[in-house]
C-alpha cells in the first residue's frame, strides 16, 4: 500500500502562484511515475504533468506548460507542483497519484487508469 498526502492549496489571485507538495509513504519503489491531475466542478479529471522518479522525465498537459513545473525530492520522498501565472481555469481540487514502472511515456502517465494510488486532493482557486 501506498498512502500520498497532499498539500500547499489555496486561494490565489489570476497571475500569482502557488506550490503544491504530495508526500509518499508506505511501499514505495524507485521505479514508480508521479503525478499530478485536477478536477474541476462538473467536469472529469484530467491530467497535469508528470515525472518519472529515477530519470526525472517530465510530461505536461498542453495547457500548463510554460506556466506549472512539476519535481521532485528523494530524500523527502516528496513530489511538487509550481504553478505560476495561475488562471481562474485553473481552479479545481488537485489530486496527486502514484504509478508503478516508467519509461511509458506521456500516453500512459496522462492516463487516470494508470494510478494505483491517489492522495484525497487539495483544493485550488483562483480569483480574477
Known amino acids: 500500500q501506498v498512502q500520498l498526502v497532499e498539500s500547499g492549496g489555496g486561494l490565489v489571485q489570476a497571475g500569482g502562484s502557488l506550490r503544491l507538495s504530495c508526500a509518499a509513504s508506505g511501499r514505495t519503489f524507485s521505479s514508480r511515475t508521479m503525478g499530478w491531475f485536477r478536477q474541476a466542478p462538473g467536469k472529469v479529471r484530467e491530467f497535469v504533468a508528470a515525472?518519472?522518479?529515477?530519470?526525472?522525465?517530465?510530461y505536461y498537459a498542453d495547457s500548463v506548460k510554460g506556466r506549472f513545473t512539476i519535481s521532485r525530492d528523494n530524500t523527502k520522498n516528496t513530489v511538487y507542483l509550481q504553478m505560476n501565472s495561475l488562471l481562474p481555469e485553473d481552479t479545481a481540487v488537485y489530486y496527486c497519484?502514484?504509478?508503478?514502472?516508467?519509461?511509458?511515456?506521456?500516453?500512459?502517465?496522462?492516463?487516470?487508469?494508470?494510478?494505483?494510488?491517489w492522495g484525497q486532493g487539495t483544493q485550488v482557486t483562483v480569483s480574477s
Open positions: 497519484g502514484y504509478a508503478p514502472g516508467a519509461g511509458g511515456g506521456v500516453w500512459i502517465y496522462s492516463s487516470y487508469g494508470t494510478y494505483d494510488y
Open positions: 515525472i518519472s522518479w529515477s530519470a526525472g522525465i517530465t
